[in-house]
């Protein structure tokens, strides 16, 4: 009675390699999440101080105590001052948009990945059914074999 090899799948390290790339889109996709999450987070800064930066200006301008000490030269500081963070807030958002659109373009690459991983991973498991049948199959024909053996002894 000889005993059948056991179920190998051929194409094993193309399913590896697939598992790994999905495993790389995975990670690759998070860690564009966390930079796009850190560069949401810059922005929100820049904004809140941006509008503390209004607030002293419009303090400055109109409404405060103090207005008819400030000087054009501080009224000039302080617009400047008010440019710079509004030119900080257009790049911050820019880098938002740009974190934004490798976070989507990481998730396309992690669905195809994931996508050529799993049609492995199905061809893999069919393929371990049909092995598994067949084996059966053997066993059922050498038991039988045995089964009418034993017959034709004892008929004998």
Do not use: C, K, W
Request: proline letters at 1%; zero cysteines.
């Amino acid at each position: 009675m000889s005993t059948a090899p056991s179920f190998r799948f051929r194409l094993e390290r193309v399913r590896a390699l697939r598992q790994r790339t999905e495993l790389l889109a995975r990670e690759e996709l998070a860690r564009a999440i966390s930079e796009r999450t850190g560069s949401r987070d810059r922005l929100r800064q820049v904004e809140e101080h941006l509008e503390r930066a209004f607030t002293h200006q419009r303090l400055a301008t109109n409404g405060d105590a103090d207005a008819s000490t400030v000087s054009a030269a501080e009224l000039l500081a302080r617009q400047a001052f008010v440019e710079h963070v509004e030119a900080q807030r257009t790049m911050g958002m820019r880098e938002l948009e740009r974190h934004e659109a490798n976070v989507a373009d990481r998730d396309t690459q992690l669905g195809y990945a994931a996508r050529e991983h799993e049609i492995l991973e199905r061809l893999r498991d069919r393929q371990h059914t049909e092995y598994e049948r067949e084996a059966g199959r053997r066993e059922s024909e050498r038991l039988d074999e045995i089964a009418l053996e034993r017959f034709r002894r004892s008929a004998a």
